[in-house]
């Protein structure tokens, strides 16, 4: 049954009523059919968005705010904008403003630090990001580390503006469904089948646009390969160590502002410089964690996982002191100080023992056994490879008209809000194309129809 989504009715007049209702308003199944079944006809096009997060709300608003009369729905299984909610401990890292050199910034980027490097961040970085936000009622802060967050610190601030932002500009949003099935029709348009997984029944929509934006869901992998696209496997990213020492067991909640960690694995590494990194590093009660480790998860996510998540950990705990001064240091406090604890005196502490911790400080290895979760980001290495999709446009090689955006595609970022920055600069770009192509398409219309009337 083809679906009709132009009747007015479901545009909401203003703000407050959008806000409002925001969570109720979604498109029904009921609501479509009944619309379809008046026998309306309207010939501007659609937009189907397939997921409901960052890159998918963002680029179906760019692209209804470029194009009005361009039709756009937003098909979503879950909650719209679930993991912006829950992301930064319920505060959301927005982007990150201490990055506004593309080419810095694309080095934040274990998948696809060589491919971002032109004119993905350029088109729309960080600071258009803030600047988008700001100017629609989300006031930010950049806190010391960079990290960008909403001056309320709640994440709602940024879900209730993208909700309302799209209620505003006419986007439709249908929460729990989800896009079966797609396909080329022989005019160039995409079939799109919607409906419940578990249900009997479903509907199927023409689309001129398809947006894939669906992030690690395995749902828009296998979309993606139905129009030939490939898949890089996809591996966790983001997460910290497990690390059975009984030496860190006492220290568990211990935090390091700077220490320097090397990760060694058993399995060969072609490209070993980002597996060193430098930054703070929190003890826990299962292992090692903060930033530096995140760092090193990131970038070792494929080494680790061929590796079983097992390999050796290297920690320079003092990484602005040499191992000289750090003797010095220990020798200086052996004469200063009357004992190190309550059993041993620094007096006694030979010339070997202060070598021994100097040693232990500089490099001090611990055995990685396992991964860990890092519950503030969910980040998966993997999905459509960047060859296969054009940046400047975000559309995809191998089919006109068929877009992607955010995790979807083989890009992930560290920690410290890269991958929400990838989310809205991939779904700016998308819309972006997405929106002229049906204002030109929807120009050419109207000169073929007045020529028609001549």
Avoid at 90 to 100: D, F, I, K, Q
Avoid at 322 to 348: C, M, P, R, Y
Wanted: charged share 20%; hydrophobic share 40%; with cysteine.
């Amino acid at each position: 049954m083809s679906l009709n989504l132009a009747n007015p009715v479901w545009v909401p007049v203003k703000a407050l009523l959008c806000r409002t209702i925001r969570r109720r308003r979604i498109f029904t199944a009921t609501a479509i059919t009944s619309l379809a079944d008046k026998g309306e006809k309207d010939e501007s096009e659609l937009l189907v968005v397939v997921g409901g997060g960052a890159a998918g709300v963002y680029g179906a608003i760019r692209a209804k705010t470029l194009s009005p009369d361009l039709r756009v729905l937003v098909i979503e299984k879950g909650s719209f904008l679930s993991k912006v909610k829950i992301s930064g401990g319920g505060r959301c890292n927005v982007t990150n403003g201490h990055c506004n050199d593309t080419i810095n910034l694309a080095g934040h980027y274990p998948r696809g630090h060589k491919e971002l490097k032109g004119s993905f961040f350029y088109t729309h970085g960080p600071a258009d990001t803030m600047s988008w936000f700001s100017e629609h009622g989300v006031p930010l802060k950049t806190e010391d580390d960079g990290r960008v967050f909403p001056v309320s610190d709640n994440s709602l601030s940024v879900v209730d503006c993208l909700l309302n932002e799209a209620n505003i500009r006419g986007v439709r949003l249908e929460r729990g469904k989800s896009v079966l099935a797609a396909s080329i029709k022989p005019d160039g348009k995409f079939l799109v089948k919607v409906g419940k997984q578990s249900a009997d029944t479903s509907e199927s929509i023409e689309a001129t646009y398809l947006l894939i934006a669906t992030g690690s869901s395995q749902k828009g992998h296998s979309l993606a390969t139905k129009f030939g696209h490939s898949i890089v496997d996809p591996v966790p990213s983001l997460f910290t160590f497990k690390i059975n020492d009984p030496l860190l067991t006492e220290l568990a909640g211990i935090s390091f502002s700077k220490v320097q960690a090397k990760l060694k694995l058993d399995n060969p590494c072609p490209d070993l410089s980002n597996l060193v990194q430098i930054g703070p590093m929190l003890v826990t009660h299962w292992g090692l964690s903060g930033p530096v480790i995140l760092r090193l998860s990131a970038w070792g996510a494929r080494y680790l996982f061929s590796s079983k998540y097992k390999g050796h950990l290297i920690v320079d705990f003092i990484p602005d002191i040499n191992i000289e001064t750090a003797k010095s240091v220990l020798k200086e406090h052996k004469l200063q100080f009357s004992g190190s604890s309550k059993d041993t005196l620094w007096a006694s502490l030979s010339n070997n023992s202060l070598s021994s911790i100097s040693d232990l400080l500089k490099h001090c290895t611990f055995q990685v056994t396992g991964k860990g979760q890092y519950k503030d980001e969910f980040v998966t290495a993997g999905g459509v490879p960047l060859s296969e999709v054009s940046l400047k446009t975000m559309e995809s090689k191998l089919v006109p008209n068929l877009f992607f955006a955010g995790e979807v595609l083989n890009v992930d970022g560290v920690t410290g809000g890269f991958n929400f920055q990838n989310a809205w600069s991939g779904g700016y770009i998308a819309g972006t194309n997405i929106g002229e192509l049906a204002s030109s398409s929807r120009i050419s219309s109207k000169e073929r129809k007045v020529t028609i009337g001549l």
